[in-house]
């Protein structure tokens, strides 16, 4: 079997406009069947990048790969449609004048009309729109429109497919219902996915993995847990949510911190020496229990409702201070005295 097939590579590529470095040397292999979210803020090159892979833009170095046949490189730009890449707007760029059924027959791959008309059909049942063959793309829902996109595009049978917040534009209950059909589809479907969002919980909620960008530059590539729990640096744990970061020097193979010390091994350093730890990995425990291994104690000063949780804000011995993620309902009241214990 080609492991090659169905995969996108994209390697050393950088893109300018102008003096505006927008992608700087950025690497990325996506496997068939996998779901890789590209996570960042607005300018921060995601849709560039898009761009580049889908043979939009011209890049200024760094080669392209789909499918093992390089489509950009030096002096090589393959032209968009001899790229077997479907794209998804945030628009979903519908045609206004063809019925559903029409939408995805147009540029589908040479067949017999019979053969394609079926094709169509088949891809229209998977994205839970049969039945809809003849009706006019202004007649229907936001997220009716987006799955006709999605099949629109997998109508030329894609090894890659790139979407562009394509679920930006839905009310939340609606923008979870679409995302995961559109996903679970792509995945049976054996596609190299690339989603572009500045979302961190839809990032988390959709990819097999993640990759930052900040400022055209790949900052961090994991899978969602290691990128939550193990962030390489305060900006990209901050985008995930609150953290505690603490100063910690290290003595006798322990780090040692204003609260007390903790195994090295354990937890994540930035790059200033700094201790990042997640609310969900601290343990409040009311005094006198006997509960091992304490780590250091405090007084409640804030319970934040955050619906399933309580974010609760400790004060602690060196007046710095500690949050904890609990669920909720919970019993901790602002003046409580509490014992931490690190949860690993």
């Known amino acids: ?35 890789h979210c590209l996570l960042g803020p607005s300018g921060s090159g995601k849709s560039t990048l898009l761009r580049v892979i889908a043979g939009l833009e011209q890049p200024v170095s760094g080669t392209v ?30 045609f206004p004048h063809l019925n559903v059924l029409r939408n995805v027959l147009y540029g589908m791959p040479g067949a017999k009309r019979s053969e394609q008309r079926k094709h169509a059909a088949q891809l229209l049942e998977r994205v839970e729109m ?17 799955r006709v996109a999605l099949a629109r595009a997998l109508a030329r049978k894609p090894a890659v497919m790139l979407l562009d917040e394509p679920f930006s534009s839905l009310d939340a209950r609606l923008r979870t ?10 995945r049976e479907m054996n596609v190299a996915t690339l ?79 700094f201790l990042l730890i997640r609310p969900e990995l601290l343990e409040l425990h009311s005094p006198g229990n006997p509960v091992s291994s304490i780590w250091t104690s405090g007084v409640v000063v804030r319970v934040d409702q955050e619906g399933g949780t309580n974010l609760v804000t400790v004060q602690v011995k060196d007046k710095s201070r500690l949050y904890a993620r609990c669920l909720a309902p919970t019993s901790w009241k602002p003046g409580n005295p509490v014992q931490i214990k690190i949860n690993l």
Request: glycine share 8%; charged share 20%.
């Open 1 to 35: 079997m080609n492991t090659l097939h169905n995969q996108l590579k994209i390697s050393s590529i950088s893109h300018s406009y102008g003096k505006l470095e927008a992608v700087r040397d950025v690497s990325l292999t996506i496997d068939p069947g996998i779901v």
């Open 130 to 146: 049969a039945g809809y063959e003849s009706a006019m793309p202004h007649t229907l829902s936001g997220g009716q429109q987006q």
């Open 65 to 94: 790969t789909i499918a093992g046949i390089d489509v950009n490189g030096p002096h090589l730009l393959e032209k968009p449609e001899n790229r077997s890449v479907g794209f998804v707007f945030q628009d979903y760029a519908l």
């Open 177 to 186: 219902e679409v995302r995961d059909t559109t996903l679970r589809v792509l």
């Open 195 to 273: 989603l572009v969002t500045h979302d961190p919980r839809e990032a988390m909620g959709s990819g097999d993995w993640i990759s930052v960008i900040r400022e055209g530059k790949l900052i961090q590539t994991a899978i969602p847990e290691d990128l939550y729990f193990r962030p390489v640096d305060q900006e990209t744990a901050e985008t995930f949510g609150t953290i505690n970061r603490l100063p910690a020097t290290q003595h006798e193979g322990d780090l040692l911190t204003p609260s007390g010390s903790i195994n090295p091994d354990t937890l994540p350093c930035d790059s200033d020496g």
